[in-house]
């Protein structure tokens, strides 16, 4: 029986760097897609009720979540995704 080989890695940036390291982007290692964050957030319920709506917006986008409707609804669905008893 032979041997099964894998074929080489493909390059998904499509280069050797060039652009991505003259723009000073992340050379070596290419990211696709969304990258889960290593820390769960640990704001108080407080402090979510305090949080301005541009970290609001921040702290959704990092993890992947809708950054969408008002103020209201961006803080209603960070609490309901981030505190454990809402």
């Given amino acids: 029986m032979g041997s099964i080989a894998r074929p080489p890695p493909t390059n998904l940036g499509g280069g050797g760097g060039g652009a991505a390291a003259a723009n000073g982007l992340q050379v070596g290692r290419e990211r696709c897609g969304f990258q889960m964050p ?3 957030p640990r704001y108080s319920r407080a402090e979510y009720e305090e949080m301005p709506e ?10 992947g979540l809708p950054v969408i409707g008002n103020v209201h609804h961006k803080r209603k669905f960070a609490m309901g995704a981030f505190l454990w008893s809402y």
């Fill in 38 to 40: 290593l820390h769960y």
């Fill in 54 to 63: 541009w970290k609001l917006d921040c702290l959704l986008a990092e993890y």
